[in-house]
């Protein structure tokens, strides 16, 4: 069929202010999988902005598990859990989440977004207040925004800022934080969080997306780096789209809170399971992930995130207080952040500007990001096209 469309003039309006502003995004199609080494219209280049931490997502063992769920059991859920869609797949890999992470029950999601839109959306209301980090991603204050409940965010990290928002609030409600920041890098200080909620009797809950896989033993994330368990932090959200290579979410927690959450969490109860063949491919990923090549490319990944910021502390750019994979060039406005994005493209390395709403005002950046699929050879591309890029601007700035 031939497209036609008829376009109201407020929705040409604000497309228009947002190409001014230089915020429009849009989609780019990669001819290839998701590998560092991709091809974008017949171009190469080696991309530094995937999800991607331990190179899982094109990894041969767990397209093999997907390929083999799928015969056994289809490829569609079918229907919600609650009602037939909740097939031997998830319940083996929910209990396999569970016993790696110490936690009574683990319940799945089919994305981190809904996940915390649900666990979010059922534990609080207009009594039930919620305060949360400043820099936490937008499904979390979408969680609070669907629960209609009262929201106050505290200052980046700043366990005093959450204590002054716990201690003027009449009501107890839920105290929540990204595990590592996701545009930032930088990880929460949990251990000290979990005693204010604890302190002042409100419920802790952590979305830990970029930890798990990539961070403490085992890749048990922040929870173990954080010296954590289930009665600390009793609510713990992790998705599959980063470290584990596939797609979907899970909350861990005790039987009672997922009880609850299986009455209440509308976006659990009303919506169709994820595919059992992801199910199976995300148990093969929790499976490596537990393993010696788990644990390796955690260090070879290590080994990047030390190497990168060695070379880059030499540059004349603002680099954050990260250890992790996310290693964020902070540039400032819009136009800047694009056109250093377009400057290293054109040397062969792929980074998307990310810009306001995503991150703040007047800090529009270079949202790196290191994967064990990296090669020694692409860390130094990368160092060395930054180093191009960024000399050549700081001179031009004198
Ligand atoms: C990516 C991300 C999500 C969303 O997870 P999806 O499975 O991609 O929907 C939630 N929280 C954080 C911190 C994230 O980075």
Avoid at 44 to 59: E, K, P
Avoid at 76 to 96: D, T
Avoid at 287 to 299: A, H, K, P, T, V
Wanted: proline share 4%; with cysteine; hydrophobic share 45%.
């Amino acid at each position: 069929m031939k497209p036609v469309s008829n376009t109201p003039g407020w929705i040409v309006a604000a497309l228009q202010e947002r190409r001014q502003l230089d915020l429009m995004r849009h989609t780019v199609t990669l001819n290839s999988p998701q590998i560092p080494h991709t091809h974008i219209q017949q171009h190469a280049y080696t991309a530094f902005c995937s999800n991607d931490y331990l190179g899982l997502a094109n990894h041969p063992i767990l397209i093999k598990a997907m390929s083999d769920t799928a015969a056994q059991y289809g490829v569609g859920g079918g229907s919600s859990h609650l009602v037939c869609g909740h097939l031997s797949p998830h319940q083996v890999l929910e209990e396999a989440l569970a016993d790696w992470l110490g936690y009574e029950r683990v319940m799945l999601f089919s994305a981190g977004y809904m996940a915390n839109l649900g666990v979010i959306s059922a534990l609080a209301d207009r009594h039930r207040p919620v305060v949360q980090d400043k820099l936490n991603h937008a499904s979390l204050i979408d969680g609070a925004r669907l629960a209609q409940a009262p929201l106050r965010r505290y200052l980046h990290n700043d366990v005093q800022s959450a204590e002054k928002l716990l201690v003027k609030s009449s009501d107890t409600g839920l105290l929540v934080t990204d595990g590592v920041f996701s545009m930032d890098g930088d990880v929460a200080p949990l251990a000290d969080l979990s005693s204010l909620a604890a302190r002042h009797d409100w419920l802790f809950m952590v979305d830990d997306a970029h930890g798990l896989g990539c961070l403490g033993e085992d890749g048990r994330g922040c929870l173990s780096l954080e010296g954590l368990d289930a009665r600390r932090l009793p609510i713990l959200v992790g998705t599959f789209g980063k470290a584990f290579g596939t797609a979907g979410a899970f909350v861990a927690t005790s039987h009672d809170i997922a009880d609850y959450l299986t009455q209440f969490a509308r976006p659990y109860v009303y919506t169709t399971s994820m595919s059992p063949a992801m199910a199976g491919a995300t148990l093969a990923s929790l499976r490596l992930i537990q393993s010696n090549e788990g644990q390796e490319r955690r260090e070879r990944l290590a080994r990047h995130i030390a190497y990168f910021r060695q070379r880059v502390q030499a540059l004349p750019v603002e680099l954050m207080a990260s250890n992790t994979a996310i290693q964020p060039i902070v540039v400032g406005d819009s136009a800047s952040a694009l056109r250093m994005s377009a400057e290293l493209k054109a040397l062969g390395v792929w980074c998307t500007a990310i810009r306001p709403p995503t991150v703040p005002a007047g800090r529009a950046r270079l949202r790196i990001t290191l994967s064990a699929a990296h090669s020694e050879a692409d860390l130094v591309l990368l160092c060395d096209s930054l180093e191009q890029v960024f000399t050549a601007t700081f001179l031009n700035a004198q």
